[in-house]
């Protein structure tokens, strides 16, 4: 199956700090790559989401990054919280219906 | 509240007696999506519906059945569960955006 490798799978950082996550992917037909949180003993919960034929998209204190080029996607989160603490992982899809997932990073942030 | 529920939120069985893990969404919407979560794999996709009556494969389907026979609700059906089922599984769906929204999660222990 497709798949989506994360580089780190722990990250701290120091509260106000900005955090990147990064992610690659295999599958160069995917059309539509999104980011997701999950806190211990929840869902996973939408953060922001990027089509291919972007490079960059900007949220509320997030930002994503997606190079077509050396596959990869980046999670930009600033001046980080504390409540940002949980793991966070990208999505990819191909085919319209079918998703592919990373196993994610942990984001530690000290007070 | 738009949401996605799953019923039961934890279940212990023992192997090969058929059970099935509901999940409802009051969004109206068309695609419901069956994944497992495991440590270190990430979030795999088990079976997929574009809408009612129709249902396709995902990842990694063997050991699983789905129905769809009403829009609202998407069950996973384990006709004779074995212990490598023993997993955390998430249902998500989504409407004509592409953002998919996940439940809380049903965490299953096969012995």
């Known amino acids: 199956g497709e798949s989506v490798g994360l580089h780190l799978p722990t990250l701290s950082v120091q509260e106000g700090d900005n955090s990147i996550i990064n992610c690659a992917y295999s599958n160069s037909a995917s059309d539509y790559f999104i980011w997701y949180k999950q806190e211990s003993g929840k869902g996973p919960q939408f953060i922001i989401d990027?089509?291919?034929?972007?490079d960059k998209r900007q949220g509320q204190r997030v930002t994503v990054l997606l190079n077509k080029t050396v596959k990869h996607l980046s999670l930009q989160i600033a001046a980080t919280q504390p409540g940002d603490s949980a793991v966070y992982f990208c999505?990819?899809?191909?085919?319209?219906?079918?998703?592919?997932f990373g196993s994610g990073t942990k984001l530690n942030v000290k007070p | 509240e738009a949401q996605v529920t799953q019923n039961p939120r934890y279940l212990i069985t023992v192997t090969g007696k058929k059970l099935t893990v509901t999940c409802s969404q009051n969004?109206?919407?068309?695609?419901m999506s069956w994944y497992r979560q495991d440590p270190g794999l990430g979030l795999r996709q088990i079976y997929y519906s574009m809408n009612v009556e129709v249902t396709d494969k995902g990842d990694v389907p063997e050991g699983y059945k789905v129905s769809r026979k009403e829009k609202r609700n998407f069950p996973l059906i384990l006709e004779s569960p074995s212990p490598n089922q023993t997993s955390l599984y998430f249902c998500?769906?989504?409407?004509?955006?592409?953002?998919?929204?996940f439940g809380p999660g049903t965490r299953l222990l096969v012995l």
């Open positions: 999505a990819g899809r191909y085919n319209f219906n079918k998703f592919y």
């Open positions: 990027i089509r291919s034929n972007m």
């Open positions: 969004m109206n919407h068309e695609y």
């Open positions: 998500a769906s989504r409407g004509g955006q592409e953002t998919q929204y």
